[in-house]
């Protein structure tokens, strides 16, 4: 008997019984932990699947072929279906099954994707009246709505900045929120300095002069794309390199290209520093490393220009990266840190290092414990297991200490497995098999979407209320 999986955009993996039906997760029919990596990180692939006695499946034996356009969406046995998540500043948006997109938390410029035009500011910079936030998802308008989005991002600190993108199916990328930075990619001027006042942006539009988008990240003050091709582009803020062109410091309004001699599958934007996973799992940094975020001795600040991360050795499936650290998984489910530690942001014991450039071992409670994919924000990371558990580790909350600082990975309570995470600034989310999101953290703007801000910080997680 065979068995025939797929993967939605690296994330969400599925069994199905042929290209139309879904039969469960990917997690219920593999055994082997290296092949569900394989499969998490190939975009977009069937593959025939020999079942072995045991019902796992043999990696040596895969024969993948190219994912139909019209492949069937994730199973969910809740309404609306989620299907991805992605946590910014103080808000977070939801891809659903249909399409659309909903965001809730902070609207304070617009990233919640809603506000009414009142009338031009000084400037000619159009002032909206926007709803402060938005406690349960709000549906993005202004997208277009002959076309499905199929991949987005969220961005920003964690209440003086807020962006939202979304890769639509016809591969052009729409972003809205603020754009004080140009982070919006909507083909202003290369300038120096952000622009003042900052305008506030809620309704979508394209990022100028891209298609064929595949992946996107977006960071407190820019934003990235992967492109079909392999290629990557950056733009709004370059301070520290962080779009990774000459000269350093400018804003720019149009994506620039970025120089990395693979394909690249991945990239990761945070504070001011990206990460991007090639091909062929190897890993290359730009940006900021005043703590070691580069894997390189801080004494060297800045890497204007990517350069390769040498000091991670073998294959790499998964990137994540915080304000001041980086994170990767390896072909073996294992993760390894790097960066900035005062906070427990490493993972790595009690007493952490106050940084440390050299990629280390995190130390999981259990032995063996296979990771399949991670996400990081401010000072803490999320990751994902095979089996669907979650783990945490850093300083989730700044108003509370020391009581939310995991200087080690902790497992997060959950009804459910979980199928991908999603790091904000101060606050996690996860979604579950059945389709539902759960989230907990700093909910003092309505960022858990539980219909209300109060109480202000949550350590346990709840649904939010679709």
């Given at each position: ?19 139309g039906?879904?039969?469960?997760m ?18 977009c ?15 040596s034996d ?16 809740v ?28 609207n ?6 809603g ?12 002032e ?43 591969m052009?990328?729409w ?15 290369t ?26 990240s ?7 794309a992967v ?7 950056c ?10 062109v000459?000269?350093?410091?400018n ?20 504070g001011?520093?990206a990460?991007a ?19 390189v ?7 204007v ?5 040498s ?24 993760v390894?840190c790097w960066?900035?530690g005062?906070r427990?942001?490493?993972g ?12 280390a ?5 259990v ?20 089996n ?17 600082v995991?200087?080690?990975p902790?497992q ?5 497995p ?6 904000g600034?101060?606050?996690?989310c ?15 703007d ?8 109060s109480p202000?910080?949550v ?8």
């Amino acid at each position: 008997m065979t068995k025939q999986c797929l993967t939605d955009q690296r994330t969400n993996p599925r069994c199905v019984s042929s290209p139309g039906t879904i039969a469960g997760m990917i997690r219920r029919c593999l055994g082997p932990a290296s092949l569900v990596l394989m499969l998490t990180c190939a975009s977009c692939k069937f593959a025939e699947l020999p079942e072995i006695v045991d019902g796992s499946a043999d990696a040596s034996d895969v024969d993948a072929f190219t994912l139909p356009v019209d492949a069937p969406p994730p199973l969910c046995d809740v309404t609306p279906c989620v299907v991805q998540i992605s946590a910014g500043g103080a808000h977070t948006c939801a891809r659903i099954d249909d399409g659309t997109v909903r965001c809730w938390g902070l609207n304070s410029f617009g990233q919640g994707g809603g506000g009414v035009a009142n009338a031009p500011m000084d400037g000619g910079v159009d002032e909206y009246v926007l709803p402060r936030t938005y406690p349960t998802p709000n549906v993005v308008s202004g997208l277009p709505s002959a076309n499905r989005a199929t991949v987005i991002g969220a961005g920003g600190a964690y209440r003086s900045d807020g962006v939202s993108c979304a890769a639509m199916n016809d591969m052009q990328m729409w972003c809205w929120g603020i754009d004080k930075s140009q982070q919006l990619g909507r083909g202003g001027a290369t300038r120096m300095g952000d622009i003042s006042p900052a305008p506030a942006r809620p309704v979508p539009a394209p990022v100028a002069s891209i298609s064929d988008v595949k992946d996107i990240s977006v960071g407190v003050r820019n934003a990235c794309a992967v492109f079909e091709s392999g290629s990557v582009a950056c733009w709004g803020s370059d301070i520290h390199g962080a779009v990774g062109v000459m000269p350093v410091g400018n804003t720019y309004g149009q994506p620039q290209t970025i120089s990395i001699p693979e394909q690249v599958q991945r990239v990761v934007m945070r504070g001011q520093h990206a990460l991007a996973l090639t091909t062929s799992g190897q890993v290359w940094a730009w940006g900021d490393n005043g703590d070691g975020q580069g894997a390189v001795d801080p004494a060297t600040a800045t890497f204007v220009l990517p350069r390769q991360v040498s000091e991670l050795v073998g294959s790499y499936v998964d990137v994540a990266a915080g304000r001041h650290f980086s994170c990767a998984v390896d072909a073996t489910g294992k993760v390894w840190c790097w960066g900035q530690g005062s906070r427990g942001q490493l993972g790595r014991s009690a007493t952490p290092p106050a940084r440390d450039h050299q990629p280390a071992l995190v130390a999981f409670p259990v032995a063996g414990t296979q990771i399949v994919q991670i996400s990081g924000d401010e000072q803490h990371m999320l990751a994902l297991t095979e089996n669907g558990a979650v783990y945490e580790w850093g300083k989730l909350l700044a108003e509370i200490e020391p009581a939310t600082v995991l200087y080690t990975p902790t497992q997060i309570t959950l009804p459910e497995p979980a199928t991908q995470v999603s790091a904000g600034f101060q606050h996690s989310c996860a979604l579950l098999e059945s389709g539902a999101v759960w989230c907990w953290g700093n909910n003092l703007d309505a960022g858990l979407g539980r219909g209300s801000a109060s109480p202000p910080d949550v350590l346990d997680p709840g649904p939010v209320v679709f």
